[in-house]
């Protein structure tokens, strides 16, 4: 799936992810950079709105909402979650969606 697709598709989920307290959905990895084989998962990673509780159910309602739109394989988790290692690489390669 080209990025332009993975990003529309993502954006439909919007609704759903800013009710379940996310307040930026961003792309990253091979997606991002439009060059997604495929068999490659989609990367997204969100910052939860500041005023939310984000445990467990309202992470997960998210997770299935992005699924759901993608119809794909997707590595997913929280801008804090991204390993220190690893957050200057993903940072670059970065789109935001919403």
Known sequence: MR??????RLKS???ALR???VAAL???GSH????A???SDI???VDPAPDVAFGFLPFMAAYEAIEAAVGGRVDYGTRSGLHPILRPQT????????
């Open 13 to 15: 989920a919007e609704p």
């Open 91 to 98: 940072e670059r390669d970065v789109v935001r969606v919403f």
């Open 26 to 28: 961003f792309l990253f």
């Open 37 to 39: 084989r495929e068999d």
């Open 43 to 45: 990367d997204v990673f």
């Open 32 to 35: 991002a950079r439009d060059e």
């Open 3 to 8: 990025r332009d697709e993975v990003l529309a």
């Open 19 to 21: 009710a379940s307290g």
